[in-house]
């Protein structure tokens, strides 16, 4: 019964042709300029990004929202000013909850460009400065929890979204 069941899983994976990814990927923001380690998570719904001094603004009329993001590894930084899609709540192990902007960012893993919505929060304390959840992930990703860096970036600049 249960080989059944796996040969259904196995046809259906090889149908929506899921890749697999280790449980930390590193990946490419901006265009190749940042390279970060990026957590896998399939227990979040949501994606998250370090950044710091945000601000939200207006411009002509639209919601926006300015941002730093530092490469980790180099300490080189940016600032970034990014359409503000919405705003989301999410309520933390504390039992308290922030209210976060969320923003769309092309994302580079393995050889897929993709672009995220991620939420902007203070990820300075945490290991991985890009949390990657189900919905980043969802209809092309399967993550295997007991691997890591099975992939390294290799977007080609054709498939760059912005």
């Not at 994976?13 to 990814?21: A, C, G, S, T």
Request: glycine residues 8%.
């Amino acid at each position: 019964m249960l080989a059944g069941f796996g040969l259904a899983l196995a046809d259906d994976f090889e149908e929506r042709h899921l890749e697999v990814f280790g449980w930390v990927e590193r990946v490419e923001l901006l265009d190749g300029k940042f390279s970060m380690k990026a957590k896998l998570d399939s227990g979040a719904a949501t994606s998250s990004l370090d950044a710091a001094g945000i601000e939200r603004f207006r411009r002509d009329g639209e919601r926006w929202v300015r941002f730093t993001v530092t490469d980790p590894e180099s300490e080189n930084h940016v600032t970034l000013e990014k359409p503000l899609i919405r705003n989301v709540r999410i309520v933390r192990h504390r039992g308290d909850h922030q209210r976060r902007p969320v923003i769309e960012l092309p994302v580079c893993i393995g050889d897929q460009r993709r672009v995220v919505e991620v939420n902007l929060i203070d990820r300075s304390n945490f290991i991985y400065p890009l949390l990657l959840g189900r919905s980043a992930l969802e209809g092309y990703a399967l993550i295997d929890s007991g691997s890591t860096f099975l992939f390294s970036p290799q977007c080609s600049p054709e498939d760059n979204d912005g």
